[in-house]
């Protein structure tokens, strides 16, 4: 299971983790409802209170959240109010009576999502096309894929940098014939989840190289032109 955290001014998504179980009335006796975080308590539930959230997770949880008028039902559900990055990781749901203890257990990822994802190309000084895929401030540890006419490429140099929590990943390819027209795409992905995005471009070879060329001769041209200016004064 996966969380994406809102950036900005995006409305963010409740986030409720539902813990689902039959009792039999007659054998409730003792019974008491507990949340766990990596093996530490956050929550507590017993029918004749009201629940109590426990740890960092205080002003974190919704206390009146309720999924049914069931006496022994009502406030079985962890709903999670504006969650942090800090709270990936495995969740575990206790119900306990006198007479039994049970606990289901899953595992949560929050996302950071990124503030850039962005796909380019650009000429280096020594005349090689170089294509690069960035991704900025982004967590948990993403994974980049770059693909050359529809191929991944392994051909790659692969920079990593990490603070605060959040990762920046960049993949950089030289592109071996630039001449010709190329698909170029890449793809962004958070293992163990279902996020994933992707970038396309379109690299027109003839037509980059002319214009390099035009801007070259301009250059020139220009350089040309100073040159004799500065002569004739």
């Known amino acids: 299971m996966s969380y994406i955290i809102a950036r900005g001014e995006e ?8 813990c689902e179980y ?31 959230a426990f740890t960092s997770f205080k002003g974190h949880v919704d206390l009146e959240y309720s999924v049914s008028d069931d006496r022994f039902q009502k406030y079985r559900a962890l709903k999670l ?7 990936t990781g495995n969740y575990s749901c206790a119900v306990q009576t006198y ?16 503030v850039e994802f962005n796909l380019t190309y650009h000429r280096e000084s020594n005349g090689s096309t170089v294509v690069q895929c960035a991704v900025s ?16 490429t392994k051909e790659v140099v692969l920079t990593e940098d990490h603070v605060q929590g959040a990762y920046d990943v960049v993949l950089q390819h030289v592109l071996t014939d630039d001449s010709k027209d190329t698909a170029i795409h890449c793809q962004l992905s958070i293992p163990g989840t279902n996020y994933t995005k992707k970038r396309e471009k379109m690299f027109h070879g003839a037509a980059f190289r002319a214009n390099i060329s035009t801007l070259q001769a301009l250059l020139y041209a220009l350089a040309a032109a100073v040159l004799s200016s500065t002569i004739r004064y």
């Open 137 to 152: 401030d982004i967590s948990p540890k993403p994974e980049l894929a770059l693909f050359i006419d529809e191929s991944e």
């Open 81 to 87: 109010i504006n969650p942090m990055a800090n709270f």
């Open 11 to 18: 409305p963010a998504e409740d986030l409720v983790l539902d």
């Open 99 to 114: 007479d039994a203890n049970e606990v289901r257990s899953a595992h949560l990822q929050i996302i950071v999502p990124e």
């Open 22 to 52: 039959e009792l039999d009335v007659a054998t409730a006796k003792g019974f008491v409802l507990k949340w766990k975080h990596n093996d530490l308590q956050i929550y507590q539930w017993i029918p004749s209170k009201k629940p109590v």
